[in-house]
């Protein structure tokens, strides 16, 4: 029996719980979040956001949804399915606040009206995506038990009897015509009697004379009544005129007082976590920059990434300049020690790595053309800032402070991030504090990333990858972003990387002031 | 309701423009001097005259029916001038404000659009008059089935039927009596503003009412006038519908009627610096037959700064033709004079000189040395390049090509070669080339080829340069000595 679109079953949504966001805004994920749920504001998704899986079965569950959505005939039906719903369900709510409000003359045919309406939406927004519930061959789970249950609720009577009873007032209401009379202060309305309008035959006149199609609707005037007391007023006369059809309008409204499914409405919010993340990457996919689907690791698995990238930057820049890089832990290194030049492209690194196993564990697809991810407990950063190396004595304090409390509350199944620590104290301090927040790092056995400038902190262990960011060594002053496996020294083997792009003294002499000479 | 003016079977799409590089040939052949003669002022014919050179025909019966109406223009040109200016009053005399129809209140749109009616069926009668009293002595086809439209849709059953009706409308409108159906959420839509009768008066006294309570006055005056202003809002806006057809209509005549009014200014323009005209004769488009009796530059002429020269030329049926000689020789006036014959004759007008008997091309293309580019020579070479490769997809075969200069701005060797293989690639598909160049490793490499016409420009035993172009084979040096010494006043 289909639950919700985001959990296998009841049990496991159940037990999910809100993961700590602190880690958030170190990660660069903030604005990236914030700019989804403005775009979902409706649908307030934040919690689905905020809450990150732990058992692996859930997650291929959401993979599993993620991957059928990319298919833009499924995502197509889904997307207007869902926003179709959501819309039924809050005009149903805002209608129910009118028929309960204080105000007596809010209960009235408009107002019933729209309650109509709301219901003829819904039925044709189910409807219309029954109809193509054959097209749509859905791979996932999820959206499989969705579709089971949607048919079943389709033929449901309750569905059926809603239906028929809406087709029936709206075939009454379009015979509907009446007259109005305005003199004064006073509006009369009688049936209409077929009385000839103006506008007959002034087209057969001039017809002739049109020269393509021409322009025919030159003032369009909204339809929306100017006074709604007076229209309600206006439309008690019509009642009075047909009295039976607007009584059978006042039992559809008792019976279909609340007519919104409570697992449609819900999954037509949850579905929206995943389409906000699609149409988030799609931009980004169209520059040029891969996501994949994870694989999950667990303690002794390896952990990768080709080609990741921060996907906070990659927004902020839309794609421009984005440099992507590889990283990979094989058993029993789970720890990377990072270091090389400022403004080298460590900090986009070390967020792109945090940001790719958050997304994952909501089980979201994380930038990279192939990745496997580990499945954490939580998130732990310390990130100082670089206008904080002069900073009040008080740094260093509040440095080890934050560190004691990582080490208090890390596991084997954490991932830590600590970006620059220690520079607020002298280099000889410094390198024994990082020698043995190292230590404990290796003895803790969690995942994750020390970014330092300190070389010695690349210490020769089985547990940590000694990691440097590379500046292009024909001009020491530009950055190449690029994070490479190696020891903290020298420069050859980035030349030799320059060279596969192409871009040594040699290669652009040739290329540029080369083929100027041949013209 | 169409007018058939500029094709006998359709109308002329205005404002589309079939040609690629309008904005290269009207700078090559320095096309807007001449557009602007034509137009006299007047934007409709500027542009009814442009749009007839960038959608050049390439049928000869299209063209001839073009020039039979032309040619009957120019016999009687005081009755095709009336009807323009008949079309020109009628529609300016509303100030086109028809985009102040949206914004207007329907009773305001209802009564401008009532105006607009019967000034545009007053235009119409007066147009039927010129029909009756001197459509008799036309003799082409279009003009002939325009009058005859213009007596048949617009007899006196018509205007006596639009009038009844346009008097009935007059009187409406005091009276707010309307319908209305149920909307989605059951307020009323679809107004319709009803006539009534005195039978239906009576009925409205025992109808419900509601009355404003006196508080809401305000609330209720907005209220009912909106409704008003809706019920009044569709036939007002069937009225303006049909003032917009009419003045479709009207848009479509003048837009028909400008380019002959254009043809005929040029003539006069023309006329007045006693310069002849012709009407060109086309042939057929694989031939490369092609004749001129003192055809001139069109442009130069309307500076009016300078006398301007004019000359004959014969192809004897070649196709490629190489122009030499020296700098300032006349040169370029010389293709413009034949490239403007070719697309104005082809737009069916007519053309500067005495005799024209011009081939029909599938496209006109140029490629002419950019003057004002200084920038370095690699980029000045990919700008020539890059400006070709565009044209590529456009040239077929049958089309006529005019290189003037093109890849002087490298040096003469590659430059030569570059021009040598696309002229030989352009030949092959049977593309007709006008090639002014000083590249003499290009030019003289065509000396043992039959299909080629050398042509010079003429200089005198004096070194007087005479601004005529002649038969005559490519000579090592160019004249730009001569240009020096004139300018620099010294002797050689």
């Known amino acids: 029996m289909f639950y919700s679109i985001l959990y296998p079953n009841k049990e496991t949504a159940d037990s999910a719980v809100y993961t700590s966001t602190e880690c958030l805004t170190d990660l660069g994920l903030t604005s990236v ?39 833009p005939v499924f995502n197509g039906a889904v997307t207007g399915f869902s926003a179709l719903i959501y819309a039924q369900d809050a005009a149903l709510k805002s209608v129910r606040n009118e028929l309960e409000s204080n105000e007596r003359w809010r209960n009235n045919y408009l107002t019933k009206g729209q309650l109509l309406q709301a219901a003829e939406n819904y039925c044709a927004a189910i409807d219309g995506f029954s109809q193509q519930l054959d097209k749509l061959d859905f791979k996932s789970e999820g959206l499989s038990s969705f579709r089971d249950y949607l048919a079943a609720y389709v033929k449901s009577d309750a569905f059926a009897g809603l239906i028929s009873h809406a087709k029936r007032i709206r075939a009454g209401l379009s015979e509907v015509e009446y007259s109005m009379y305005i003199k004064d202060w006073t509006i009369r309305v009688r049936k209409y009697d077929g009385e000839p309008d103006y506008s007959n035959d002034i087209e057969g006149l001039f017809d ?90 667990v303690a002794q698995d390896d952990v990768f990434s080709r080609e990741g990238f921060d996907v906070a930057l990659a927004y902020k820049r839309r794609g421009d ?20 030049p400022n403004q080298g492209g460590k900090t986009t690194f070390t967020r792109a790595f945090g940001q790719m196993h958050y997304l994952a564990a909501l089980g979201l697809s994380v ?10 407990d939580k998130i732990l950063t310390h990130f100082g800032r670089e206008e904080d190396l002069n900073a009040q004595s008080g740094q260093l304090k509040s440095d080890l402070r934050r560190l004691k409390a990582i080490f208090d509350t890390a596991t084997d199944k954490s991932v830590v991030l600590i970006n620059e620590i220690f520079s607020s104290t002298t280099i000889s301090d410094a390198v024994l504090l990082g020698k043995k927040m190292i230590d404990g790092l290796i003895r803790l056995n969690c995942h994750g990333i020390v970014v330092t400038f300190l070389d010695e902190l690349a210490v020769s262990d089985p547990a940590i990858v000694s990691m440097m960011s590379l500046v292009n060594p024909d001009e020491p002053g530009k950055r190449t972003f690029k994070i490479v496996r190696k020891p903290p020294d020298g420069l050859a083997y980035a030349i030799y990387i320059a060279s596969r792009h192409g871009l040594t003294y040699d290669q652009l002499h040739e290329r540029l002031i080369g083929g100027e000479a041949a013209v | 309701m169409n007018v058939n003016l500029m094709f006998r079977d359709r109308n002329v799409e205005f404002g589309v423009l079939g040609t690629f590089g309008k904005e290269l040939l009207l700078a090559d052949l320095e096309l807007p001097r001449i557009l602007k003669a034509m137009s006299a002022g007047d934007e409709t014919i500027y542009s009814a005259c442009e749009t007839a050179l960038f959608q050049p025909l390439t049928d000869i019966a299209r063209i001839k029916y073009r020039q039979d109406i032309l040619a009957d223009a120019r016999r009687s040109p005081e009755v095709v001038r009336a009807l323009y200016s008949v079309v020109v009053d009628a529609t300016t005399s509303q100030n086109h404000s028809f985009r102040a129809f949206s914004t207007t209140a329907s009773s305001s749109l209802y009564r401008s659009a009532l105006d607009f009616l019967s000034d545009f069926i007053n235009g119409l009668f007066a147009l039927r008059q010129i029909a009756d009293k001197s459509g008799k002595g036309f003799t082409s086809e279009g003009l002939r089935n325009l009058f005859d439209l213009f007596q048949r849709e617009m007899d006196d059953a018509y205007f006596k039927k ?9 009187d409406a409108g ?3 009596y309307f319908s209305a159906k149920l909307g989605h959420y059951l307020q009323g839509v679809n107004y319709v503003f009803r006539k009534t009768d005195r039978h239906a008066k009576r009925a409205w006294r025992t109808a419900a009412s509601y009355t404003i309570p006196d508080k809401e006055e305000q609330t209720g005056q907005r209220d009912f006038s909106s409704r008003s202003d809706r019920a009044l809002n569709e036939v007002a806006n069937t009225l303006a519908a049909a003032a917009k057809s009419l003045d479709s209509f009207y848009t479509l005549l003048r837009n028909e009627l400008a380019f002959y009014i254009g043809c005929l200014n040029l003539e006069d323009a023309l006329a007045a610096e006693n310069k002849p005209v012709c009407m060109p004769e086309l042939l057929p488009m694989p031939g490369f037959e092609r004749y001129g009796r003192q055809l001139y530059d069109v442009s130069l002429v309307l500076t009016k700064k300078t006398t301007v020269v004019a000359g004959d030329f014969d192809s004897h049926g070649r196709p490629l033709m190489i122009i030499t000689g020296a700098n300032q020789g006349g040169k370029s006036t010389f293709l ?36 004002e580019d200084s920038r370095m020579k690699s980029g000045k070479l990919d700008e020539e390049l890059t400006r070709l490769a565009r044209a590529l997809e456009f040239i077929k075969p049958g089309a006529v090509v005019m290189f003037n200069e093109s890849f002087a701005s490298t040096n003469e060797r590659e430059g030569s070669e570059i021009l040598r293989q696309i002229t030989r690639a352009f030949r092959e598909i049977g593309v007709e080339i006008f090639s002014v160049t000083h590249l003499y490793a290009y030019s003289e490499s065509y000396m043992s080829n039959p299909e080629t016409l050398y042509l010079r420009a003429q200089r005198l035993e004096s070194g007087e340069r005479t601004f005529l172009i002649e038969e005559g084979l490519p000579q090592v040096t160019a004249y730009g000595e001569d240009l020096y010494n004139e300018i620099f006043g010294e002797k050689a």
């Open chain 1, 321 to 340: 300049g984005i440099v992507t890089n590889d990283f990979e832990l094989t058993s029993p290194e789970h720890m990377i020690v990072l270091t090389g």
């Open chain 1, 33 to 71: 979040f914030d700019y989804i749920f403005k775009s979902k504001i409706a649908y307030q998704v934040e919690p689905f956001y905020f809450t990150t899986l732990t058992d692996p079965g859930s997650v291929k569950y959401r993979q599993a949804v993620l991957q059928d959505l990319e298919n």
């Open chain 1, 208 to 297: 002739k004379f049109r020269i393509g199609d021409g322009e025919k609707t030159f003032r369009k005037l909204s339809e929306d009544p100017v006074d709604i007391k007076i229209e309600t007023k206006v439309l008690e006369l019509v009642a009075g005129i047909y009295k039976e059809l607007f009584s059978d309008l006042d039992n559809f409204c008792v019976k279909y007082y609340g007519f919104v499914d409570e697992p449609l409405y819900r999954f037509s919010r949850e579905i929206q976590f995943y389409l906000a993340w699609l149409e988030l990457i799609a931009p980004l996919r169209e520059y040029g920059l891969p996501f994949c689907y994870p694989e999950l690791a």
């Open chain 2, 162 to 170: 639009v009038r009844e009706k346009l008097r009935e409308l007059q």
């Open chain 2, 336 to 371: 413009r004079s034949i490239g403007q014959a070719q697309i104005m004759a082809q737009a069916g007008m007519i053309v500067g000189g005495e005799v024209c008997r011009f081939p029909i091309r599938s496209g006109l293309f140029t490629h002419f040395k950019r003057e």
């Open chain 2, 174 to 176: 005091d009276e707010t």
């Open chain 1, 367 to 376: 930038p990279g053309r192939s990745a496997s991810m580990f499945l954490f």
